[in-house]
């Protein structure tokens, strides 16, 4: 069994693969102070309480944007498993390119997101993830990265707002009834998740109007906040709630027996 690692700012996305099946996922909060033997603990708890071997686990693979946790969670997984973790990088042989002037400073989120989309849709994609960044990431379906959009994540702007507004308070994101807010919380929410969803829009047709490709991008959201925002775009094909795990179960079938940190 793999088990697939997403390591966000502040949420680690955890995924149990059998073959191709995802069989188990978890979130955590990101906890860069963990150490060696805190992470491996934690994951076996995770699986103790899910009726789960982990001894059954034969691979593993990270993708991580936090370098301070990337070293003692790949320790931890060793620990835990007894797997060394594939560590994805821009220097990880995928089979994309990495068209763009500093490829180095690409993340391994916006690499494996892309790397599933062009494997599962065989087509020109635009990857809309709704993380602690909204990230927008360009593909084509021969597996050239273009580069994308980095904006605000949702929920990051909704803290910022309360931070920096002493009389509002935060709110719950759930889906705004309509944009003409009678109530305080109810204006956070249409702005936020209204917002969201028109500044995607706004920026997916930007893109479009850039693209260097005769075809037209196919639009693919994944993320936490991705099925809330996606009912109010009208860009947004489809949601794939688990495409970047699933992003990384390709990347490590793609990296087996290759090079892998």
């Not at 069994?1 to 955890?14: F, H, P, R, S, Y």
């Not at 899910?50 to 969670?73: C, F, H, K, M, R």
């Not at 893109?207 to 936490?224: C, M, Q, S």
Request: aromatic share 4%.
């Amino acid at each position: 069994m793999l088990l697939a690692l997403d390591v966000g700012n502040t949420e680690i996305t955890i995924g149990l693969f059998a073959g191709e099946e995802l069989e188990r996922s978890w979130r955590i909060m990101t906890h860069p102070d963990r150490t060696t033997d805190e992470w491996a603990a934690l994951l076996r708890a995770l699986f103790d309480q899910a009726g789960l071997d982990i001894t059954e686990v034969n691979g593993s693979i990270v993708a991580s944007v936090v370098p301070t946790t990337t070293d003692a969670l790949a320790d931890g997984l060793l620990d835990a498993t007894g797997t060394t973790p594939v560590v994805i990088s821009p220097d990880s042989p995928l089979p994309i390119t990495l068209d763009v002037e500093e490829p180095q400073t690409v993340g391994a989120d916006r690499m494996v997101n892309t790397i599933a989309a062009s494997r599962l849709f065989g087509a020109d994609t635009i990857v809309v993830d709704f993380g602690t960044a909204t990230t927008l990431d360009c593909i084509t379906k021969d597996g050239r990265f273009l580069g994308g959009v980095i904006a605000p994540g949702i929920k990051t702007a909704g803290e910022n707002l309360v931070r920096r507004a002493a009389k509002l308070s935060a709110t719950e994101l759930t889906a705004p009834t309509k944009a003409l807010g009678r109530r305080t919380e109810d204006c956070i929410r249409a702005g936020l998740v209204f917002g969201a969803a028109d500044a995607v829009d706004g920026l997916v047709r930007r893109l479009k109007a850039e693209w260097p490709t005769r075809d037209v991008p196919k639009v693919i959201a994944t993320g936490g906040f991705a099925s809330l925002v996606a009912k109010f775009s009208s860009e947004i094909e489809e949601v794939h709630p688990d495409l970047t795990l699933q992003g990384l179960r390709i990347a490590a079938v793609l990296l087996e027996g290759k090079g892998r940190r």
